[in-house]
């Protein structure tokens, strides 16, 4: 499991690093598109003034377990990391950020080795969750990873009946029309900034969910 997490760590310092330091330099970044919240992530009749967003919690990883198991993704125990070992396996900032401790997850679906779940922050509480998920065709990537932003924006915001699917489809056909190698987008209104971004061409798709708490 361990060379699994690494490398989905390599490939995503080496293609989506600028994804991990928008959470904190959004204002930095015009090329990203910012979608509504209330079309994406919450039910209609939920209003942007009546989100309310839970701490991050190192705990969120059995909600987020919990939640996969419904879409039969199985999402391993965490293998926790201190010191020099977070620094080795949880460096993912650009700025050079070290972390204190992280925790990271394989995520495993009829066998089939689809990515990680990673929180890193100090041994308190975490500072961002961050899903990564690996696809050969973009169509193909599209479910898993609605399953799995869905579990992980579920375990963080008191929003319930929407789903992030719109969301990614929007994305998904924008990085398909544009022929780019990285396309991001970003939800606008919500407590703690949520970003998706996807990179890569056919064949070597990576899909980063990035959910964090503004230090």
């Keep these: 499991m361990r060379r699994s997490i690494l490398i989905t760590i390599i490939i995503l ?23 509504a919240s209330e079309s994406y992530i919450c039910a209609d009749d939920l209003t942007e003034s009546e989100l309310s967003v839970t701490p991050l919690s190192y705990d969120d990883n059995n909600l987020i377990r919990s939640a996969l198991e419904r879409h039969d993704i199985q999402m391993s125990s965490s293998l926790e990391f201190s010191g020099e070992k977070a620094a080795e396996f949880c460096s993912f900032f650009a700025d050079g950020t070290v972390p204190v401790y992280c925790t990271s997850t394989e995520l495993v ?11 890193v922050g ?8 961050l899903g990564v998920v690996r696809s050969d065709t973009i169509p193909s990537g599209v479910h898993t990873v609605t399953a799995v932003a869905d579990s992980i924006i579920g ?19 924008r990085h398909t029309r544009e022929s780019t190698m990285a396309t991001k987008s970003t939800i606008d209104g919500l407590p703690t ?3 998706l971004e996807l990179t890569g061409s056919s064949g070597n798709y990576l899909w980063t969910i990035l959910i964090g708490n503004t230090p």
């Design 193 to 195: 900034p949520v970003l």
């Design 13 to 35: 310092i080496g293609v989506s690093m600028s994804a991990l330091v928008l959470i904190y330099n959004l204002g930095q970044q015009p090329e990203i598109e910012i979608q």
């Design 109 to 119: 679906q009829s066998g089939e080795f689809l990515g990680n779940v990673h929180m």
């Design 122 to 129: 100090t041994t308190d509480e975490p500072s961002a969750v």
């Design 155 to 173: 375990s963080v915001f008191e929003c319930t009946g929407g789903t992030s699917a719109l969301w990614i489809e929007q994305l998904s056909d």
